[in-house]
């Protein structure tokens, strides 16, 4: 065949096909007596191989090496096997990635309507601060996370508490991640969310899922939001990696913070601190 035969088949370009010959990645074709490169489908195998393999990264000559190899020894090369097994790893990273990414877009959407159902609320003007409890099951860490955090970049216009269903005090993780970015919460504490059932919130917001599905009623009308965060407290491993759980989660509240404080101020200068029906 040639070798526009051999590039529609692989689904490039001729061009590509004799640049990976001209690389090493390929054999020098067959030219027939009219002088025309003569390919077969030993070639079509390799170049797909080849293709393959400059997706995950290697050089042209390296990539005709293994698939030479794949396709002599008629199995995956050993070179191969780190590769294909760190392509996995990526993979599996970027699903994560995707799905946080839809879960804060899920969330942002629960703000934006908690938000415009606080402006129709036709309620009165008041001075009185926004009101919200971050609830979790055990007011160790992310409870307490996004309310040092709300607490810092809400200022004033922020009344912040944070509470657990099951409290079992506060993570030293939490105090270090906080304090890496100038929070001093050595002196915080758990508290549990029966202290809090007799008062009203504008925004009632869950972190985790256990919390979500045992959280009590509160008096009045509110906004209920729930943020399903990871739970940093059940990574393993070292001192180092224990801490780095903590970062990321708190990382991952001001991402979800940033739009709420947003639009919940643009709430409130309606109806700040009034509490509405979700």
Known sequence: MRVADVARRVGIAP???????????????????????????????????????????????????????????????????????????????????????????????????AARRATQGGSTVTDAPIRVLFVCTGNSARSQLAEALLQQHGGPAFEVHSAGTEPRGISPYTVRALAAVGIDWSAARSKSVEGFLGQPFDYVITVCDRARQSCPVFPGSYNSLHWGLADPAEVDGSD???????????????????????????AGAVTPGVQQRP
Do not use: W
Request: glycine share 6%; net charge neutral.
């Open 240 to 266: 180092a990696e224990k801490l780095a759980a903590f970062e990321r989660t708190r990382m991952e509240v001001m991402m979800r913070l940033h739009p709420f404080i947003e639009l919940a101020l643009r």
């Open 15 to 113: 061009s590509a096909v004799r640049f990976y010959e001209s690389a090493g990645a390929l054999p020098p074709a067959h030219r027939a007596g009219n002088g025309y490169r003569e390919y077969d489908e030993r070639d079509v195998a390799r170049l797909r191989l080849v293709i393959t393999l400059r997706r995950l990264g290697l050089a042209p000559v390296e990539a005709g090496r293994l698939a030479t190899l794949c396709l002599t020894r008629g199995a995956v090369d050993l070179d191969l096997q780190p590769l294909i097994a760190g392509q996995r790893v990526a993979i599996e990273r970027q699903r994560g990635d995707l799905a946080r990414l839809a879960a804060e877009l899920d969330d942002l959407e629960a703000t934006i309507d």
